[in-house]
């Protein structure tokens, strides 16, 4: 069964990226590459300045969300080192798909070289996983009730189903925070136990988590043409959706999937303007750091590969040493 297992999730996300890209011709058939491209001309460089800068933000977060699980593994690693590792992680991950897997074989290969053990790893990239799913739930939650009118750019569902919905998310993510304050025991499961985070770790989840996805949507906000976008708050809410939708698609960088909801979600937008800016969100926020990535990869693998070498003529050297007396008396 395994065996079978095993291809689930690729045919999974091919599915989803053409199916996705069915859904993309449809919408564009009738948009130009010249349109396009007139379209990424057309952003200003006050704009893009805002929209490297809301990168920045994002990695951040990101690089926040593994100090966040580390300190709650009572580990403490250097910030640079730390936040070296998230951005190979998320930028390899991101393009890849399947993020939590992936993820997971980065960070195994990096924090084990600083001590961590296998088990605590995998705490870190499920306490990761779940910070990221905590801000979705925060602000889907918070745009549903500030804007429960987003839900009918997606789907035909009465408002006040829209901020009903809203409401219990965010009573979701004040159970959890309750959790915390009353410092609820550990589950257990077999052997295995899973600490509740204490209320320290909670609060700058409540910060961290919203963080990343507010720096990502701000990369198409900023794209965005000013005449035409519909605020950040708007953005934001069909961002959430949109790379939700991507991520469990399972499709390598949700390519395809992500487009295809974002235009979908933004009928009052030119499309040749709403493709410019997931593109700019696609060379900022992956492909750019995915360059990065695999440099800090190859560089990270190498100096590994030199330290293997090195121990291992040590130990050959101190082989030779131990073995010359032996031989000299023998002789």
């Not at 399947?98 to 924090?111: E, I, P």
Request: proline letters at 5%; hydrophobic letters at 55%.
């Amino acid at each position: 069964m395994r065996k079978y297992a095993d291809y689930i999730w690729p045919i999974v996300g091919l599915c989803a990226v053409v199916f996705a890209g069915w859904l993309l011709y449809r919408e564009l058939s009738g948009i130009s590459l010249a349109e396009i491209s007139g379209a990424i001309r057309a952003i200003p460089l006050k704009n893009w300045v805002g929209a490297i800068f809301a990168t920045i933000v994002a990695y951040g977060a990101l690089a926040w969300y593994d100090r966040i699980a580390l300190l709650h593994l009572g580990k403490h690693l250097p910030w640079p080192a730390i936040s070296l590792v998230s951005f190979t992680t998320y930028a390899l991950s991101h393009n890849i798909g399947a993020s939590v897997f992936s993820g997971a074989m980065v960070r195994l290969r990096a924090y084990g070289a600083m001590g961590l053990s296998l088990a605590e790893v995998g705490v870190l990239v499920a306490l990761c996983s779940f910070t990221f799913g905590f801000g979705a739930v925060l602000l889907g939650g918070l745009v549903l009730v500030g804007e429960p009118d987003i839900i009918q750019r997606l789907f035909n569902i009465p408002q006040n189903w829209a901020f009903g919905t809203g409401v219990v998310l965010l009573l979701l993510v004040a159970l959890y925070v309750y959790g915390s304050w009353k410092e609820f025991r550990p589950w257990r499961i077999g052997n295995f136990s899973i600490v509740y985070p204490r209320m320290p770790i909670v609060v700058r989840q409540l910060f961290a988590a919203p963080l990343e996805l507010i720096g990502a949507a701000g990369i198409i906000y900023f794209a965005l043409p000013d005449v035409y976008n519909p605020g950040f708050f708007i953005v934001l809410g069909v961002f959430v959706a949109s790379f939700c939708v991507a991520l469990a698609s399972n499709a390598p960088g949700g390519i395809g999937v992500l487009e295809a909801v974002f235009i979908m979600a933004m009928p009052g937008v030119p499309k040749a303007d709403v493709l410019a800016a997931l593109l700019v969100f696609r060379l900022l926020y992956l492909l750019i750091p995915l360059a990065f990535s695999l440099v800090v990869v190859v560089l990270f693998e190498r100096s590994r590969l030199s330290k293997v070498m090195q121990e291992r003529l040590a130990e050959a050297g101190k082989e030779r040493q131990g073995g010359s007396p032996h031989d000299g008396a023998a002789g």
